[in-house]
């Protein structure tokens, strides 16, 4: 009976210890987004213009992991390129293009519809376009890079 009521007061004490821990927590312990909040701006430089962004956590400029939606309009097109980083996407609505290597070749591109998913080891070339228009979730860890296999495709060094 001694042991039964000792092992209750131990989780009560546990509980009411774990419950005042997350009491404690700042909002930089965490992050809550509905759809309404996010806030959309144009895409980053290194792609081709016409995207959106959404920086949904930390930032990918730095050293951290981050998360980032990219809304792409039907069409869009990203060259042959790598990353430095491993990449974790998501296809969140629309249909997406995959293809492996530098070719750059729209037919050996796998389709990917809503929900679909697919993670890039750094350094591996790939290429990418959209059906429809399509958002992406991006989640990798800073910071966050995209070098074209053929530099004539890079945005950063098109003259307008």
């Known amino acids: 009976m001694n042991a039964a009521i000792l092992m209750i007061v131990t989780n009560v004490i546990a509980v009411m210890a774990a419950v005042s821990a997350a009491s404690t927590q700042t909002s930089d312990d965490h992050k809550l987004l509905t759809a309404q909040d996010i806030k959309w701006s144009p895409g980053p430089a290194a792609i081709p213009p016409g995207a959106q ?14 998360a980032m939606r990219l809304k792409l309009p039907r069409g869009y097109r990203i060259a042959p390129h790598t990353h430095p980083k491993p ?5 969140i609505s629309g249909t997406a293009r995959l293809g492996m290597g530098a070719s750059g070749d729209p037919d050996k591109a796998k389709v990917l519809p809503t929900g679909s998913f697919f993670s890039l080891s750094p350094g ?17 860890s800073g910071p966050w ?4 296999v053929n530099p004539k495709d890079d945005p950063r060094h098109k003259t307008q």
């Not at 920086?55 to 992991?65: A, E, F, N, Q, R």
């Not at 591996?124 to 990798?140: A, G, K, W």
Request: zero cysteines; hydrophobic letters at 40%; charged letters at 20%.
């Open 124 to 140: 591996m070339p790939h290429y990418f376009s959209v059906d429809e228009d399509t958002v992406i979730q991006l989640n990798s």
């Open 145 to 148: 890079g995209l070098t074209y």
């Open 53 to 66: 962004v959404a920086v949904l956590l930390g930032d990918p400029s730095k050293d951290g992991s981050f």
């Open 87 to 91: 990449e974790i996407v998501t296809v």
